[in-house]
């Protein structure tokens, strides 16, 4: 089965609810999504799923309702909450499908970073939609934190804000695992302009989270001509743990196209997230296609000439940017000017991790530049198995190309234990691993 990739066009904007609503329009599963949600235990509010139109275009309107003490009805409005931001909201849209109502006695969650992140530590929700919440959680208390001048752990979610921000976060994560874990991609930052009411007072668009929270993970916002705030804090988190770059649309197959609603009328755009879920074309293979069934993806590979770097450093650099997470490193002996001998030093790595491994050349190594560019790779499909030898059990990484093996290599450090348990030369347990494989 194949990856999917889900683009989120923002030319509108982000939201939490507008994100959930796109991923529910997408044809999850209602049901099954709030039965997901119980496992957090928390009460105090019911969901409405209601499929609506916004400025000619059919999608589907997320919104949570509050049933504490507040005794009112809250709707998201794209004007989001967001820890101690408390931004305008819009009490007066009514929406006449309710999905369900909780009937729960659970306790109330506190309001704390650190609270929050107990609960839903907790709760019997999958590892990865817990790792992944709490993750995008720790984006907007890192932000919060710097602005309020205090430690992450102790930043406040008002009351409000807790129920709506653990629906919109988990509730994202959730809906993304019953996707299938899709590859985000996303279009480029698009920010209104104006100026948003806060717990704090009239700031001006960005909001002082939103901006610190795309700071910290390097993604450009351009600001337009609409005269409202079009990324929440909430969006903003989303965005930046979740997507793997920002830019145009390319090579995606469109095979759903989803809106998620928004709640207020813009004045130069529609108040909604346009969803595609879809296959790159380099990726699409019919049963009957002569084609290879390799698999594809996208890498950044960054290069820099460097003539006055000592061997010492050199190596602890490939040692470093490997345990980072590099996908590779190597260095080239090359003919600088001058007739200078030097090194071409080439990493290759995940699109969404090359500023990183760009600012470690600059930092560690004696380069004043870097060069970078993305390279497409056909990859065999691997699998790992484990034969055995006269010497023990082995791991073997095999490389499969249309259902046959054509790549069989021996896993290192497997060999390297099985021939010093049996005390022979690590060749001959590498030589009986891919001979039984072969056999």
Known sequence: ??????????????????????????????????????????????????????????????????????????????????????????????????????????????????????????????????????????????????????????????????????VDIVGACIALEMLGHPRILSAPVVEGTGWINCAHGRFPIPAPATLAILGARGVALTQCDEPNELVTPTGAALLAELAENFGPMQGLVAEKIAFGLGTRVNKTRPNVLRAILGTPNSELRTPNSDSPDWETDTISVLETNLDDITAEILGNFVERTLAAGALDVFHTPIQMKKNRPGVLLTVLCAEADADKFSEMILRETSAFGVRRHTADRRKLRREFTTVKTPFGEVTVKIGKLNGKIVQAAPEFESCRKAAEHANVPLKQVYEAAVKDLKS
């Open 1 to 166: 089965m194949k990856m999917k990739t889900l683009y989120l066009d923002i030319f509108s904007g982000i939201s939490g609810d507008m994100f959930l609503g796109a991923l529910l329009d997408l044809g999850i599963d209602a049901h099954q999504f709030e039965h997901e949600l119980e496992k957090l235990r928390v009460d105090g509010y019911h969901l409405h799923i209601s499929r609506q139109e916004k400025s000619g275009i059919a999608g589907t309107k997320f919104d949570v309702h509050l049933t504490d003490d507040h005794h009112h009805e809250h709707d998201h409005d794209h004007s989001h909450h967001d820890h101690e931001h408390s931004h305008d909201h819009d009490h007066s849209h009514a929406h006449s499908h309710e999905h369900a109502k909780r009937d729960t006695h659970h306790a109330h969650p506190h309001c704390t970073f650190t609270e929050i992140k107990q609960l839903i530590s907790q709760s019997p929700l999958s590892d990865w939609v817990k790792r992944k919440s709490i993750a995008i959680f720790q984006r907007i208390a890192d932000a919060e934190g710097k602005i309020h001048g205090q430690p992450p752990e102790q930043v406040h979610f008002h009351e409000v804000g807790a129920v709506d921000s653990i």
